[in-house]
C-alpha cells in the first residue's frame, strides 16, 4: 500500500511561482512512474506531467517552459515547480504513482493541493 505525504501548493499572484512535492512509501520508487494531474470544479482530471522511471518526460501544452517536473529517488519525491503562473492554472493538484507488480498495474493518488494564481 503505497502513501504520499503531500505539501506546497497554496496562493500566488499571477507571474509568480510554487511548487508542489510528494513524497511516496510503500514502494521502491525508482522503479515506479509519476505525474501530476490536476482538477477544477466541474471539468476532468487533466495531465500535468508525467516522469516515467526510465523514459521521456511528458508536459501538457498548456505548462510547457513554465512547469518543470522532477524527482529525487533518493528521497522518494516527485517535485512540481511552476514559474510564471496564470489564474487558469488554479486547480487541485494531484501526485499519482504507477508501479507493476508482475503482471499487475496498480496505480495510487494523493489527496490534493490546492493551487490558486490570483490576477
Known amino acids: 500500500h503505497v502513501e504520499f505525504v503531500e505539501s506546497g501548493g497554496g496562493l500566488a499572484q499571477s507571474g509568480g511561482s510554487l511548487s508542489v512535492s510528494c513524497t511516496a512509501s510503500?514502494?521502491?520508487?525508482?522503479?515506479?512512474?509519476v505525474g501530476w494531474y490536476r482538477q477544477v470544479p466541474g471539468k476532468q482530471r487533466e495531465l500535468v506531467a508525467q516522469?516515467?522511471?526510465?523514459?521521456?518526460?511528458k508536459y501538457s501544452d498548456s505548462v510547457k517552459g513554465r512547469f518543470t517536473i522532477s524527482r529525487d529517488n533518493a528521497k522518494d519525491t516527485v517535485t512540481l515547480q511552476m514559474n510564471s503562473l496564470k489564474p487558469e492554472d488554479t486547480a487541485v493538484y494531484y501526485c499519482?504513482?504507477?508501479?507493476?507488480?508482475?503482471?499487475?498495474?496498480?496505480?495510487?493518488w494523493g489527496r490534493g493541493l490546492q493551487v490558486t494564481v490570483s490576477s
Open positions: 499519482k504513482l504507477d508501479e507493476t507488480w508482475g503482471r499487475q498495474n496498480l496505480e495510487w
Open positions: 516522469m516515467p522511471s526510465g523514459g521521456t518526460i
Open positions: 510503500g514502494t521502491v520508487f525508482g522503479d515506479t512512474d
